[in-house]
């Protein structure tokens, strides 16, 4: 299974915008990349997933690398609620796709008031 | 979407004993799964768990630790029998709806003394 890299820790003034890297170079042609969030003391929740294109969704948006190898989530104003741990993971399609999702250690994101 | 209860939400239990966290879905899905998450990191598939068939578990997880029941298509058990300390945990069931997206119970949190 192809990994992802994310930074530990990011910090973030609300209100502001966030943008959350993550590398993931030996991805395959056919992996879809998928971000999930953890609030704290809560089961992670599904923010977004892209392929190729960017995607934009009410939560947030999904930038895409030419070369598929990094990908960056984007959030465009960040609250008080955005602080969670985020996960970047990669998923390859259906039906090899069992439900199994690999969480690496993800991006503990912190908003300042 | 998709709504997940689990019960216990918590619990201590005494080493040597077994306890079994329930899993109900507010709508019918061929497949569960459910994750352990240990104290301080992060999310590991423990198995999945089809209706009408035995679990499938991943490497490193045995059946005779974490029986699982299965008995219709909104509800699964996840047993963690003979518990030690190190099996501390929060316990997660998740299932994957529509394109792609996994959503997750709150957790269940076990502290075994």
């Known amino acids: 299974d192809a990994k992802t890299t994310q930074p530990n820790s990011m910090e973030s003034n609300e209100e502001e915008p966030v943008h959350l890297p993550c590398n993931h170079s030996?991805?395959?042609?056919?992996?879809?990349i998928h971000w999930y969030r953890q609030l704290p003391s809560q089961g992670p929740e599904y923010v977004i997933h892209g392929l190729t294109s960017n995607v934009n969704n009410r939560m947030a948006s999904l930038a895409i690398a030419e070369d598929r190898k990094s990908s960056t989530l984007i959030l465009h104003r960040a609250t008080l609620r955005d602080a969670a741990v985020y996960y970047c993971?990669?998923?390859?399609?259906?039906?090899?796709?069992?439900?199994?999702?690999?969480f690496g250690q993800g991006t503990t994101l912190q908003v300042k008031p | 979407s998709a709504v997940i209860s689990q019960k216990p939400s918590r619990d201590i239990c005494q080493r040597g004993t077994s306890l079994t966290i329930q899993c109900q879905v507010d709508?019918?899905?061929?497949?569960m799964f459910w994750y352990r998450q240990q104290p301080g990191q992060s999310l590991t598939l423990i198995a999945t768990?089809?209706?009408?068939?035995?679990?499938?578990?991943e490497s490193g997880f045995v059946i005779d630790k974490f029986p699982i029941s299965r008995p219709n298509l909104t509800f699964s058990t996840l047993t963690v029998s003979n518990m030690s300390p190190e099996d501390s945990s929060i316990y997660l069931c998740s299932v994957e709806i529509g394109t792609g997206e996994l959503f997750f119970g709150e957790g269940s949190r076990l502290t075994v003394l």
């Open positions: 768990a089809n209706q009408g068939s035995e679990a499938t578990y």
């Open positions: 709508s019918q899905v061929t497949m």
């Open positions: 993971i990669l998923r390859p399609p259906r039906p090899s796709n069992t439900g199994k999702l690999i």
């Open positions: 030996t991805i395959s042609g056919t992996d879809y």
